[in-house]
């Protein structure tokens, strides 16, 4: 059996972590929770380990990092070993999340009950690996844009429950996030644009009904990016334009509002475009499709 430690039983060192990172601590405990019955369902037991493992056995298994990258919800992870074995479990040696890190850095030891500690691991890992990928998906992007005046966006491609955690782990990778959710900023899309009858319209449509909410309008081409700039729209989406045209409407823009790229964008695209002078770069790919970075547990021997 393993603990199920509730929220209020957590190292408070954690949760506050979690805190100051910007993530709501209950949340990321509903989170390993959800995860960890899905494993242990109901009363469940982890059959193999309790099988070849003695109740008592006692170790220390490091985690490491098996290819460079940025790693991220190692946090997580530790949540995840105090989730399964209570305060019965000792964490040494975590490297802070957003650290940069190489083929073979250790980036966490963990030491309690075998038991719990393999138990634990693939949900540990889960978490780990999957933000780790998706902050080194986006200092790649990072440091592509490096020199110019852009920034990588994420967006709301995000896996359906993980969002504070992908978006979390943009920021870890030293991206930005776009909007949370649909009441926090307005995104208008070529369908809104269609309702309403034109980009204007839609902006107008808008900030009469939401005064105090920013709003983004997105452009396929020069004739309504220059309808907004009269209108005095201060955030446009440029969609799958190419560079050229890009750089035509940084020009006509000259300052009076945010331009962000869009759509169809790749890691080796991404300088050529940013130099094309746009504020922006949003990236779907960062959040919805990451190749997750592999991080291994290794269980001391003795």
């Given at each position: 059996?393993?603990?199920r430690t509730?929220?209020?039983?957590?190292?408070?060192?954690?949760?506050?972590?979690?805190?100051?990172?910007?993530?709501?601590?209950?949340?990321?405990?509903?989170?390993?929770?959800?995860?960890?019955?899905?494993?242990?369902?109901?009363?469940?037991?982890?059959?193999?380990?309790?099988?070849?493992?003695?109740?008592?056995?006692?170790?220390?298994?490091?985690?490491?990092?098996?290819?460079?990258?940025?790693?991220?919800?190692?946090?997580?992870?530790?949540?995840?070993?105090?989730?399964?074995?209570?305060?019965?479990?000792?964490?040494?040696?975590?490297?802070?999340?957003?650290?940069?890190?190489?083929?073979?850095?250790?980036?966490?030891?963990?030491?309690?009950?075998?038991?719990?500690?393999?138990?634990?691991?693939?949900?540990?890992?889960?978490?780990?690996?999957?933000?780790?990928?998706?902050?080194?998906?986006?200092?790649?992007?990072?440091?592509?844009?490096?020199?110019?005046?852009?920034?990588?966006?994420?967006?709301?491609?995000?896996?359906?429950g993980l969002?504070?955690?992908?978006?979390?782990?943009?920021?870890?990778?030293?991206?930005?996030?776009?909007r949370f959710?649909?009441?926090?900023?307005?995104?208008?899309?070529?369908?809104?644009?269609?309702?309403?009858?034109?980009?204007?319209?839609?902006?107008?449509?808008?900030?009469?009904?939401?005064?105090?909410?920013?709003?983004?309008?997105?452009?396929?081409?020069?004739?309504?990016?220059?309808?907004?700039?009269?209108?005095?729209?201060?955030?446009?989406?440029?969609?799958?334009?190419?560079?050229?045209?890009?750089?035509?409407?940084?020009?006509?823009?000259?300052?009076?509002?945010?331009?962000?790229?869009?759509?169809?964008?790749?890691?080796?695209?991404?300088?050529?475009?940013?130099?094309?002078?746009?504020?922006?770069?949003?990236?779907?790919?960062?959040?919805?499709?990451?190749?997750?970075?592999?991080?291994?547990?290794?269980?001391?021997?003795?």
């Open positions: 059996m393993i603990a509730p929220y209020p039983e957590l190292p408070g060192e954690l949760t506050a972590e979690l805190r100051e990172a910007g993530l709501d601590p209950q949340a990321v405990h509903a989170a390993v929770a959800a995860a960890l019955e899905e494993d242990l369902p109901g009363d469940g037991d982890d059959v193999t380990s309790n099988s070849t493992i003695a109740a008592d056995a006692r170790g220390t298994a490091d985690f490491a990092a098996r290819e460079p990258g940025t790693v991220a919800g190692l946090a997580v992870a530790a949540i995840v070993f105090a989730y399964v074995m209570g305060d019965d479990v000792e964490i040494e040696d975590r490297v802070a999340d957003g650290t940069r890190v190489a083929t073979g850095d250790a980036v966490m030891r963990v030491s309690g009950p075998v038991r719990g500690l393999l138990t634990a691991e693939r949900t540990a890992l889960n978490f780990a690996c999957h933000l780790s990928g998706v902050a080194t998906a986006t200092a790649a992007w990072v440091d592509a844009l490096s020199g110019t005046r852009a920034r990588v966006l994420d967006t709301r491609k995000t896996l359906p969002r504070a955690l992908q978006k979390y782990a943009v920021r870890c990778g030293g991206g930005v996030n776009h959710s649909l009441s926090d900023m307005a995104m208008v899309k070529d369908n809104h644009v269609i309702a309403a009858g034109g980009v204007v319209p839609a902006l107008e449509a808008v900030r009469a009904a939401h005064p105090a909410v920013p709003v983004e309008v997105e452009v396929t081409d020069l004739g309504q990016l220059r309808e907004l700039l009269d209108a005095g729209c201060e955030r446009i989406l440029l969609d799958n334009m190419d560079d050229a045209t890009m750089a035509e409407a940084v020009k006509i823009t000259d300052g009076r509002a945010s331009l962000e790229a869009s759509g169809g964008l790749t890691l080796e695209r991404a300088r050529e475009v940013a130099l094309t002078g746009v504020d922006f770069i949003s990236v779907g790919a960062l959040t919805h499709s990451v190749r997750v970075f592999d991080i291994g547990m290794d269980l001391g021997e003795g």
